[in-house]
């Protein structure tokens, strides 16, 4: 049997083997065990989902797995992936439970699973809860040492004064925002924050159906938040995606602020406020080289991680920084949040904005980047691509030609049978001259 967890908890299509309520039911058992095993008593879990029509199904399961080991269950209903991680501290929870699928369409589904400290799970205890639901035969407690569910109506509005703390009571009188909440679990959360912090807030995608999360909205379509920024004469807008852990910016002349672009003028906000700690930026390999050149001029570090905010995150930790993200547009702060949080993240940089006196365009002008040319191609196996004659003789002429002024990152994806071909150079034509090389080399062996 395939192992459950990836890169980012379990996902897969809702009521199709792993996100089924029979395996759902083993991971709540599951993760009870192994908290028992680092800690007997009685365990508090907190579970948290987005508004997919799956996750009631989800939810009712997983709570039915962990009463019948013994755990206390608190019920936050449909709140953000981040608002999960910090209920789980500030509640003094043994674990956090998000369902969600993210970005993803909402025949999707996930689970991901936090520690007491609000992070993820880290590997070695994945493992462990994995052993657990894959083994033949879990035996029963008796009828009076079983657990209890408990809903926790205000799971939101706790939520809302923490994401509040992260800019000090400071007010956003003045501004004007437009909201995109994809359908998703930002729905009630984000416009309610906004607004009580005095902007003048015009809210999109926020009609859940249990359908139509991220269906046409959110991050992964910021068209429609776009051009109601333009209509509206908005100062900015915020897009998030289904979980409300990852934000898309668009400035005040409707255009879409790439991930890198966001992370640079975060990174510079923080240094000038003396905040940026080691004056360090993590982020992953998928960040663009103008990025680094950009920061280096005011001295900060870039540091690189391999794709994936948990790497992002462990880096953070084990470095002692305090700012990292992906360009995708996961942003961690970790002085306010064990996570990425989207909703956090717009917050501080409409605050940089107000204090600043500068419109979000200008801010962002902070980096140019290199021009880079990302390609696909599906493939049949994945053997080492250094094994690979074809492969390996087009990397090796773009490396040294490239030298200092580019770089190639050619990788297979963790999901899918993908080979991902990514070139950038200062010059946008040996991007796609080296580029199409890679891609010809791939197509002939191993596409």
Same mark, same amino acid.
């Given at each position: 049997?395939?192992?459950?967890?990836?890169?980012?908890?379990?996902?897969?299509?809702?009521? !199709?083997?792993?996100?089924?309520?029979?395996?759902?039911?083993?991971?709540?058992?599951?993760?009870?065990?192994?908290?028992?095993?680092? /800690?007997?008593?009685?365990?508090?879990?907190?579970?948290?989902?987005?508004?997919?029509?799956?996750?009631?199904?989800?939810?009712?399961?997983?709570?039915?797995?962990?009463?019948?080991?013994?755990?206390?269950?608190?019920?936050?209903?449909?709140?953000?992936?981040?608002?999960?991680?910090?209920?789980?501290?500030?509640?003094?929870?043994?674990?956090?439970?998000?369902?969600?699928?993210?970005? /993803? $369409?909402?025949?999707?589904?996930?689970?991901?699973?936090?520690?007491?400290?609000?992070?993820?799970?880290?590997?070695?205890?994945?493992?462990?809860?994995?052993?657990?639901?894959?083994?033949?035969?879990?035996?029963?407690?008796?009828?009076?040492?079983?657990?209890?569910?408990?809903?926790?109506?205000?799971?939101?509005?706790?939520?809302?004064?923490?994401?509040?703390?992260?800019?000090?009571?400071?007010?956003? !009188?003045?501004?004007?925002?437009?909201?995109?909440?994809?359908?998703?679990?930002?729905?009630?959360?984000?416009?309610?924050?906004?607004?009580?912090? %005095?902007?003048?807030?015009?809210?999109?995608?926020?009609?859940?159906?249990?359908?139509?999360?991220?269906?046409?909205?959110?991050?992964?379509? $910021?068209?429609?938040?776009?051009?109601?920024?333009?209509?509206?004469?908005?100062?900015?807008?915020?897009?998030?995606? %289904?979980?409300?852990?990852?934000?898309?910016?668009?400035?005040?002349?409707?255009?879409?602020?790439? %991930?890198?672009?966001?992370?640079?003028?975060?990174?510079?906000?923080?240094?000038?406020?003396?905040?940026?700690?080691?004056?360090?930026?993590?982020?992953?390999?998928?960040?663009?080289?103008?990025?680094?050149?950009?920061?280096?001029?005011?001295?900060?570090?870039?540091?690189?991680?391999?794709?994936?905010?948990?790497?992002?995150?462990?880096?953070?930790?084990?470095?002692?920084? /305090?700012?990292?993200?992906?360009?995708?547009?996961?942003?961690?702060?970790?002085?306010?949040?064990?996570?990425?949080?989207?909703?956090?993240?717009?917050?501080?940089?409409?605050?940089?904005?107000?204090?600043?006196?500068?419109?979000?365009?200008?801010?962002?002008?902070?980096?140019?980047?290199?021009?880079?040319?990302?390609?696909?191609?599906?493939?049949?196996?994945?053997? $080492?691509?250094?094994?690979?004659?074809?492969?390996?003789?087009?990397?090796?002429?773009?490396?040294?030609?490239?030298?200092?002024?580019?770089?190639?990152?050619?990788?297979?994806?963790?999901?899918?049978?993908?080979?991902?071909?990514?070139?950038?150079?200062?010059?946008?034509?040996?991007?796609?001259?080296?580029?199409?090389?890679?891609?010809?080399?791939?197509?002939?062996?191993?596409?």
């Amino acid at each position: 049997m395939a192992e459950l967890f990836g890169t980012d908890g379990i996902r897969g299509t809702a009521n !199709h083997y792993p996100i089924t309520p029979e395996v759902a039911l083993r991971i709540g058992r599951a993760i009870t065990r192994v908290l028992k095993a680092q /800690n007997g008593g009685k365990h508090r879990v907190i579970i948290g989902k987005d508004t997919r029509v799956s996750g009631a199904m989800l939810e009712s399961a997983l709570s039915s797995g962990l009463i019948s080991e013994g755990a206390e269950v608190l019920l936050a209903g449909a709140i953000p992936t981040p608002a999960v991680a910090h209920l789980t501290q500030s509640m003094a929870c043994d674990a956090g439970i998000m369902l969600t699928a993210s970005h /993803n $369409p909402f025949a999707d589904n996930g689970i991901k699973i936090f520690g007491p400290d609000g992070f993820k799970l880290n590997d070695a205890l994945e493992e462990e809860v994995e052993k657990i639901i894959l083994a033949e035969e879990l035996p029963s407690l008796a009828v009076a040492q079983l657990g209890r569910v408990t809903p926790l109506h205000d799971a939101t509005a706790r939520y809302m004064e923490f994401a509040k703390s992260a800019i000090a009571g400071k007010k956003l !009188h003045g501004l004007k925002v437009v909201i995109d909440c994809a359908h998703g679990a930002g729905h009630l959360a984000g416009p309610m924050i906004l607004e009580e912090l %005095g902007a003048e807030v015009i809210p999109l995608g926020n009609s859940p159906d249990g359908y139509n999360i991220n269906e046409g909205y959110g991050s992964l379509h $910021p068209e429609k938040a776009a051009a109601l920024v333009r209509e509206k004469g908005a100062d900015l807008g915020i897009c998030l995606d %289904g979980d409300a852990d990852r934000v898309i910016f668009i400035d005040g002349q409707g255009e879409a602020i790439s %991930g890198d672009r966001v992370l640079c003028l975060s990174a510079i906000a923080l240094k000038e406020m003396g905040r940026l700690k080691n004056d360090t930026l993590v982020t992953t390999v998928m960040s663009n080289l103008g990025l680094r050149d950009a920061l280096s001029q005011h001295g900060i570090t870039v540091e690189q991680t391999k794709v994936g905010d948990r790497h992002v995150l462990e880096r953070m930790r084990s470095g002692g920084f /305090n700012f990292g993200g992906e360009n995708s547009g996961h942003l961690i702060f970790s002085d306010f949040a064990t996570t990425g949080d989207g909703i956090v993240s717009a917050l501080i940089l409409l605050s940089v904005m107000k204090e600043s006196g500068r419109t979000f365009a200008d801010l962002a002008q902070c980096m140019d980047e290199y021009p880079s040319e990302l390609v696909a191609i599906a493939v049949k196996e994945k053997p $080492p691509l250094h094994s690979v004659p074809a492969i390996k003789k087009a990397m090796d002429a773009a490396e040294n030609d490239l030298g200092e002024n580019g770089r190639i990152l050619v990788r297979y994806s963790g999901t899918e049978k993908k080979l991902r071909i990514l070139v950038e150079a200062k010059d946008a034509q040996a991007a796609q001259s080296h580029c199409d090389a890679i891609t010809r080399a791939a197509q002939s062996s191993i596409a």
